[in-house]
């Protein structure tokens, strides 16, 4: 696989229930970032971990990531039909320059019924 | 809203022409980045600009592109002779830094004819 892989491609659930999605890949990271993107829209940063954080929190965000499986987990809780969105995972390498650009994943499309 | 602003949402161009896409950020920021979503597929990192100048850049960034900010204010790339495969979203994002999260702009969608 490449650099920031998410998984499931696409996810449709009741609103109300949780939705996890995954992120694995390949190289060493600095820190891994989840952004979400509405059709037609620029992307929104969700929440930045770094590689040194196991698990961060954010309203009814949680992330977790596991370096040694170089994997990271989303997780919504509550869901809402708002949370309608395409959802990607984003890894900055470090190139110790500061301005480091970000390697995306393919996304999960996420669908929350109402 | 988007804290910056991306001239203009939507760009029609002959193959071959130039095109220039800008972005203007409303706070006073440091580092600026360049992305392109190809329809279907994922963003792709083009270059970085720190300090007036390019920090980093990917394969994509070739000798047809170039990124400059004539007036301390607009952050502008340039495709100099289109193709069709240029055809994609490009995203402009500002941040503040390493492990700092970068905010991007709604996008211009340019569509190669």
């Known amino acids: 696989s490449q650099q920031g892989e998410e998984d499931p491609q696409a996810l449709s659930i009741q609103e109300g229930e949780n939705a996890t999605m995954n992120c694995s890949y390949k190289t060493s990271i600095n820190n891994l970032q989840w952004y979400r993107q509405n059709s037609g829209r620029g992307l929104v940063h969700l929440i930045l971990?770094?590689?040194?954080?196991r698990e961060k929190h954010s309203g009814r965000l949680r992330v977790t990531l596991d370096t040694s499986k170089k994997s990271s987990s989303l997780l919504i809780t509550a869901s809402r039909a708002a949370d309608t969105a395409s959802y990607f995972c984003a890894t900055d390498l470090y190139s110790g320059g500061g301005a480091d650009g970000l390697t995306f994943g393919k996304g999960t499309h996420l669908i929350i019924q109402p | 809203e988007p804290e910056v602003t991306q001239t203009p949402s939507h760009q029609v161009t002959q193959m071959g022409q130039e095109v220039i896409l800008r972005c203007v950020p409303i706070?006073?920021?440091?580092?600026f980045y360049w992305y392109r979503q190809i329809l279907g597929q994922k963003v792709e990192f083009l270059v970085s600009?720190?300090?007036?100048?390019?920090?980093?850049k990917s394969e994509i960034f070739d000798d047809q592109f170039s990124v400059e900010r004539p007036d301390g204010s607009n952050f502008t790339l340039k495709i100099r002779s289109t193709k069709l495969e240029d055809s994609a979203m490009y995203f402009c994002?500002?941040?503040?830094?390493?492990?700092?999260?970068?905010?991007f702009g709604d996008g211009t969608r340019l569509s190669i004819l």
């Open positions: 971990i770094r590689s040194n954080e």
């Open positions: 706070s006073n920021h440091l580092y």
């Open positions: 994002a500002y941040g503040r830094g390493t492990n700092q999260p970068q905010h």
């Open positions: 600009f720190y300090n007036n100048e390019i920090s980093e």
